[in-house]
């Protein structure tokens, strides 16, 4: 069966959509299927040529590849691809509809609400440590950690709202970070996450390869991770997502937790924790190509070892 692969586009993660992208290009020809990169920045034409039959994998990170325009674009055209559909993928992307859709659900978020560069300085959130996120973006980029709130600079604050017109304030939750990936309708070993002493999980520290990524997550004991994998298929179902998402989740020193966002195509570069964490269930690049491809497609799926997943 032919493959697209979507990678590259325009967005502020470009660089990683095409590192996901060639990841994933290449494990879907080891696994044996004919496979076609494509990038949507220099036109989608080339899509339009393939058999009406072809399945598209988009590993586009960011504004118009989480956004729901390219699933849009799919929609209309009948072509069936991996991921979340189009009208959740908008809700997933804007991070202050994802806050509504989980608050609805019941599920737990940081205390937090939407600014503006005009509304962020008065606002009770920004006299506490807090996070500022840009509203629709991810792979960390847009997002100021402020653990200290007279350290803060105002061409900080200025950088966030560069990106975005609004942002999301949230009280800093403090505690182990950890992150559990949805494949189907089951939970993957959860990673958890410990950056340089005295860092934080940003951008750079996100794909520098210095972070430790611990899988099982030592902090939690069996209870608590099963209380985690049953928290983010909850987002996962309350967002209406398809196939696969990567919910991560703060839990603080007395165990409850906090979920800080979801991601509807998460990274599959080498250094992504979505592929480890299929890894440690069993799954090589290979298999997992083919079980997105069963979820697609269903009647193709293959044996996983129950045991490795929670």
């Not at 949507?40 to 339009?48: K, Q, R, S, Y």
């Amino acid at each position: 069966m032919q493959v697209i692969v979507l990678g590259g586009g325009t967005s502020t993660e470009r660089e990683i959509s095409l590192k996901s992208a060639a990841a994933v290009t290449k494990a879907l020809d080891a696994a044996g299927y004919e496979v076609t990169q494509i990038d949507p920045a220099i036109g989608l034409a080339e899509l339009e040529k393939h058999n009406p039959d072809c399945v598209v994998f988009p590993m586009l990170h960011g504004a118009g590849g989480e956004d729901g325009i390219i699933q849009r674009y799919l929609e209309d055209r009948q072509l069936p691809f991996l991921g979340t559909g189009s009208k959740a993928s908008a809700v997933c992307f804007d991070k202050h509809l994802t806050r509504q859709a989980l608050v609805a659900a019941g599920l737990p978020v940081a205390k937090g609400d939407v600014v503006t560069r005009q509304t962020y300085w008065n606002h009770e959130l920004a006299a506490q440590p807090h996070v500022l996120k840009v509203s629709r973006g991810g792979s960390s980029i847009g997002t100021l950690i402020v653990s200290n709130v007279q350290a803060r600079l105002p061409e900080q604050v200025e950088g966030i709202f560069s990106l975005d017109s609004q942002a999301i304030i949230e009280e800093l939750v403090t505690g182990t970070e950890i992150t559990v990936p949805i494949l189907g309708d089951r939970a993957l070993p959860i990673i958890e996450i410990r950056p340089p002493t005295g860092q934080d999980f940003d951008y750079e520290n996100k794909y520098n390869g210095q972070t430790q990524e611990l899988c099982p997550p030592p902090s939690l004991d069996v209870d608590n991770q099963a209380a985690a994998s049953q928290l983010a298929l909850g987002a996962h179902r309350a967002l209406h997502c398809r196939h696969l998402s990567r919910t991560d989740i703060i839990v603080r020193p007395d165990n409850t937790m906090v979920i800080l966002e979801i991601n509807t195509i998460p990274g599959m570069t080498e250094n992504s924790l979505y592929p480890k964490a299929a890894q440690a269930a069993g799954l090589t690049m290979e298999k997992l190509m083919q079980e997105f491809m069963a979820l697609i497609r269903p009647g193709n799926s293959i044996n996983i070892p129950k045991q490795t997943i929670i």
